[in-house]
Each structure stands twice: as structure tokens, then as C-alpha cells.
């Protein structure tokens, strides 16, 4: 169950206020409290209407909080009357009406700017999260309509209605259904189990309902520190906002996604590369290309490597892009295809010549295993 749902359990719109909230409160549990209720959804129902009250109360609590947040305080005992007429400002952004000057726009500042919470995932390659970068990044947020706070709804107490006629006002009805005539007891649809028909709050007159006005854009600037890693979020004040709207005060939450490269791969802060190389190169061993963030080197592979590591080639440290960790390379055997007859006549001489003590000696195991099974 939501706020909304909760409102609409108890029969009360979201401008309520606390004394309403607890008045239809009782009203419901003298309807439905199991003491007073013989009917066997008196038990269910009153849980509902419990859990809803509870809601509700802390929704008007949380409301109630926001609002002092925003008042201002008053003007001291030793301030003029005029300054107290000027301190004393709607919250559409007047002041009081002077029959004199009319009325005056309230200064900046005069009332508290709310706080937006900006999730963003910031896009970088492999190389500007290597070594640092700056991204500028843009987006629109959504501008909450200020005359309904967002509900929706236009500001009013709503809550008053007359006796449902579908129901007569007991909030439940006996669905016929069957042969033998029997029912059973279900809520009433039209007015929720209230027995209270209300008319829904008419929407607000400035955002037409949608609880939205506009969308306010806004740029900032990211500083990507070197070494950065995959999903590890930006702090504060690598953070600089060029441009927003100013009623709204917004705190970013940005997280760094590197996009994948097509030659290396990152882990953390593990940088490693596959290299294709012969299966005759990887049996004899030599020199070999490596690619790094810094560009291609020569390096000496020894004979048949699983893998092998390249100092100071790797991922820089975090801030520090001039301390790097090694880079690891895996050699990946690659065999010849289509071969002709000149080398294929190469291969098996070689393959004659070639001594292979692993290959010897697990022929030997089978013929042994083969004269034992006979």
C-alpha cells in the first residue's frame, strides 16, 4: 500500500489535514473494529485501516516538516511594522498588497530552494579513464508544479461527500451468485469500502493534473581522475554545474561506465591483452608485438608461455597515471590452415624427428592398459 491508496482507504485527500485524518480514522474503526463488527472482513478491513492511518501520519508529519523547513523566520521584536509587512511574503512569491506601490516582487532567496537528487552514469573510453579526462555532461530534470506541489490535485479540503447509494453507506454489498441464491460479502466499488461517495479533487489548474509544469535543463563539467574504475562514483567536488535553473538545488550522484575496448581487457584494475601467435613461435619462443595504452613494444617470450607480464604497463594507479601496474599478456596458439604440399611435407618430418616424451609415454600407459585388460 502507497500513500495515495492510504488516502483512499481512509476517504481523504492529499491536502488533508492531521484533525481530518484522525476524525475519519475513528469514524472507520467504530465501523469496522471487530468488537462492533460481526462480519467475518471485519478483522482484514480494520488491519487495512490501520495500516493506512499509519501512512497517512507520517505523510502529514514529513508535509508538516517540509513547510517549517521553508518558512522564514520572523522579524525581530525591534524591526518596523513596514519591515514585517515585507518579511511577511506569500508563498507565490509577493509580498503583501500595498494600496501605495502595489505589490512587490519578493527578493532572491526568500524562499528555500528544494534539493533534486541527479543519477547519471558518465560514458569514457578506455584511454580517458586511463590517463584523466574532463566530460561535459547535459540533462533535463522534471520542474514540479508549485501551486500542487507535485500532487496533481488543486489545493482545497476535498474529503466531503454524501451516503453511497450503492451501497447505502455500510461500504459493502452481497454479490448473488449461484442456484441456490447464495452470496457473498465484497467491497463496494463505487466508493472503496467507505460507504462515502466522493467526488475525486479537481486537478490543478496550472499543470492541468500532471503534477509537472516543465523540464529545466542543466550542464556540468566532470573531472575524470586518472585510474579511474569500472561503476566508482564521482565525488563532489570533481563536479562543476555551468548552468541550472535556480528555485531547485540539485546534488548529482554520477557513476563512471568505461566502455569496452576492442584489444584490451579491464578487471577492476587488472589491464590484460590477448596476443594470436603461431603455435611454432609459441613452442620455440622469440620476440613478439605487444599493444599497450602507450603504443606497441617488442618483448622476449620464453619458450611455450601460459602468460607472462610486462612491468609498468598495466593500470595506472588511482590519481597517480605515472605509478602504472604491470600489464598482463596470454598468448593465444593460433594453427596453420590450408596448407600446402611443400609445408605440409615440413610438418610431418618434423613431426617424426620431434621427440615428445609426454606423447611416448601415455602410448606406452594404453598399450600396457590394453595387454592387461586381454
Not at 507520517?58 to 519591515?83: I, Y
Not at 570533481?238 to 535553473?245: C, Y
Amino acid at each position: 500500500m502507497d500513500v495515495k491508496q492510504a488516502f483512499a482507504e481512509l476517504g481523504l485527500s492529499l491536502h488533508t489535514s492531521p484533525a481530518d485524518a484522525k476524525a475519519a480514522y475513528k469514524i472507520l474503526a467504530m465501523q469496522w473494529h471487530p468488537d462492533l463488527n460481526a462480519s467475518p472482513q471485519a478483522n482484514d478491513r480494520m488491519k487495512m485501516i490501520n495500516v493506512a492511518y499509519a501512512l497517512v501520519c507520517s505523510h502529514l508529519d514529513a508535509m508538516q516538516q517540509a513547510a517549517a523547513a521553508r518558512v522564514r523566520p520572523k522579524a525581530s521584536a525591534s524591526a518596523s511594522a513596514n519591515d514585517n509587512d515585507n518579511d511577511n511574503r506569500s508563498a507565490s512569491g509577493f509580498s503583501e498588497f500595498d494600496w501605495r506601490k502595489g505589490f512587490k516582487p519578493a527578493p532572491r532567496g526568500s524562499t528555500s530552494a528544494r534539493e533534486v537528487l541527479v543519477q547519471r552514469s558518465v560514458q569514457v573510453s578506455l584511454f580517458e579513464a586511463a590517463f584523466g579526462c574532463v566530460k561535459r555532461v547535459s540533462g533535463t530534470e522534471p520542474h514540479a508544479c508549485v501551486r500542487c506541489a507535485g500532487s496533481g490535485e488543486y489545493a482545497g479540503n476535498w474529503t466531503l461527500g454524501s451516503k453511497c447509494m450503492q451501497c447505502f453507506g455500510r461500504g459493502m454489498h452481497i454479490e448473488r451468485g449461484g442456484v441456490d441464491g447464495t452470496g457473498r460479502l465484497m467491497r463496494c466499488v463505487a466508493c472503496t469500502g467507505t460507504g462515502v461517495f466522493k467526488s475525486p479533487p479537481p486537478p490543478c489548474p496550472q499543470c492541468k493534473g500532471t503534477g509537472k509544469t516543465e523540464r529545466k535543463a542543466w550542464t556540468v563539467d566532470v573531472n575524470i581522475q586518472a585510474g579511474t574504475r569500472e561503476g566508482s562514483e564521482i565525488p563532489a567536488r570533481d563536479v562543476r554545474l555551468r548552468s541550472s535553473f535556480q528555485d531547485v538545488n540539485l546534488k548529482f550522484k554520477l557513476t563512471v561506465q568505461i566502455e569496452k575496448s576492442p584489444i584490451f581487457r579491464l578487471d577492476q584494475d587488472r589491464l590484460s591483452v590477448i596476443v594470436p601467435i603461431s603455435s611454432l613461435r609459441w613452442a620455440l619462443g622469440g620476440d613478439m608485438t605487444v599493444p599497450t595504452l602507450d603504443g606497441t613494444i617488442r618483448v622476449r617470450i620464453p619458450e611455450r608461455p601460459i602468460g607472462f607480464w610486462v612491468q609498468d604497463k598495466g593500470w595506472p594507479q588511482p590519481g597517480k597515471p605515472q605509478h602504472r601496474k604491470p600489464l598482463f599478456v596470454m598468448p593465444k596458439m593460433v594453427f596453420p590452415e590450408g596448407l600446402g604440399d611443400e609445408e605440409r611435407r615440413m610438418l610431418q618430418a618434423l613431426d617424426v624427428r620431434c621427440k615428445l616424451p609426454e606423447v611416448e609415454g601415455w602410448n606406452r600407459s594404453v598399450q600396457a592398459w590394453m595387454e592387461s585388460a586381454a
